[in-house]
């Protein structure tokens, strides 16, 4: 449904008739900006005289001014020369009985939009207008945009920073213990510092990979090769990855599939990411001596990857979360588990691509399902 705007614009002009005629003239005029999905409505509202009209503007600056040349006080130019002294954000159209070059370029120089020749018909006022508000609405969108770019970028590299900032601390801390001595005399206690690094700098890496990850798909810098791949050998691959760890804690993992093989166009470097996310995660979360089950169903239209753990579980709040870029849920059973929290944001991502979605089901506790639905024909 197109967003309705109502613009202000301010007719300025000492003849009482050519005032009431352009009140007339946009009083129901609506316009569609191209390439938006905004509706422009116009609120006219008239002056006088120059000094009514800064008078006005002094108050509430108009979008848009029809600015009438020669008047009985200051004349249009003068008003133009305040305007542009003063940054107001608006669209000046300089309408004059005397057209000149010379007048054109002076106001041009002073900021105006347009110039409109009197006498001048309904529909050239329309279009002079027409103009004038979609070039605003534009601008104005333009540096909305780089506005909320720049509010991004400074949000993405504070949370980053703040990532970051917690293992570098910890590494530091670690090298002074080596440096000094104090405690690392014991090669028990020696060994359980540098694994501590290790595991820390592991951390930092993976979140260096996600980010790749993310930017090169929002990017649409990623090239993407795309061919016939066996979703189940995909999905084997990231058990095999995560299977040493798997085994360390005592945890099961299960492919399950009614057919032998599901073949799906894709990027294989994308199936990747997927089931090491949802894989990896199963087993992060889960508890000692749990199971993780990876099913794959190869449905007429879409191939659908269902991973169930029996884990620490989420809350539905917790659940609600998820898939924002940089948020982990952070509570007394996943304080010692690391992780970047872009991996889900990611994955959400990579099933966009193939027309899916990921959902998750989960119960604290018990275990959470993570479904990743992805479309055959994309």
Known sequence: MAEEKILTLLVVDDEQGMRMGVKRALR????????????IKLDVIEADSGEEAILIMQKSSPDIVLLDHKMGGISGLDVLRWINENNLDLMAIMITAYASIETAITATKQGAYDFLPKPFTPAELKVSVRQAASHLVTLRQARELEKEKRRVRFQFISVLAHELKAPLGAIEGYLYLL?????????????????????????????IYDLLDLTRLESGQKKRELSQVNVL?????????????????GITISLESSVPSVMLTADNGELEIVFNNL?????????????????IEDNPD????????????MTEQEVEKLFREFVRI???????????GLGLSIMRKIAGLYGGEVTVTSTPDVGSTFTVVLQKNN
């Open 179 to 207: 440096r000094d001595g104090i405690g690392t005399d014991d090669p028990a206690v020696h060994d359980r510092v540098v694994k501590r690094s290790l595991v820390r700098l592991s951390g930092m890496r993976k979140l």
């Open 302 to 313: 879409n191939v659908r990857i269902a991973v169930t753990d029996t884990g620490i579980g």
């Open 330 to 340: 952070k509570n007394a059973k996943t304080r010692s588990i690391l992780g970047s």
């Open 233 to 249: 050998a995909a999905a084997e691959n990231s058990i095999e990855m995560m299977k040493t760890e798997a085994d360390r804690r």
């Open 279 to 295: 894989i990896s995660n199963a087993v992060k979360y889960n508890r000692d001596k749990g199971t993780v089950t990876v099913l």
């Open 28 to 39: 129901y005029f609506s316009m569609d900006i191209e390439d938006t999905d905004v509706v």
